[in-house]
């Protein structure tokens, strides 16, 4: 499965970041899939921000959980996110990731795309 992120790389502080992964070679509907967004800021480890299962249901970090939205076009076989009132400190560079199990940590992924870098300025 390859999975390409896209979106801007500047969003201004109290903005919505909006992001979007693109899959192709597998469906984001394939039974038992689940479909991350992750980031690393700089200088730091990388962070779990959320999940999108394939069947349409979502949970999130909790430290993030109300600034917060995954959703999904399953007619593009995409999903994306979107962090609302950011901050410098959502510098970072996001990726998405999939893997076969509900987990809610930022390593084991069975694909994960380049990543994209997103900075936070005004």
């Known amino acids: 499965v390859q999975l390409q992120e896209s979106g801007p790389g500047l969003v201004k502080p109290s903005q919505t970041l909006s992001l979007a992964c693109t899959v192709s070679?597998?469906?984001?509907?394939?039974?038992?899939?689940?479909w991350n967004w992750i980031r690393q800021p700089p200088g730091k480890e990388m962070e779990w921000i959320g999940y999108?299962?394939?069947?349409?249901?979502?949970y999130y970090s909790p430290s993030l959980e109300s600034r917060t939205s995954i959703a999904r076009d399953t007619s593009k076989n995409q999903f994306t996110l979107q962090l609302s009132s950011v901050t410098p400190d959502d510098t970072a560079v996001y990726y998405c990731?999939?893997?076969?199990?509900?987990?809610?940590?930022?390593?084991?992924?069975?694909?994960r795309g380049q990543g994209t870098q997103v900075t936070v300025s005004s």
């Open positions: 990731a999939t893997r076969m199990y509900p987990k809610t940590y930022a390593d084991e992924f069975d694909d």
């Open positions: 070679g597998g469906s984001i509907t394939s039974a038992y899939s689940y």
């Open positions: 999108i299962s394939y069947d349409g249901d979502t």
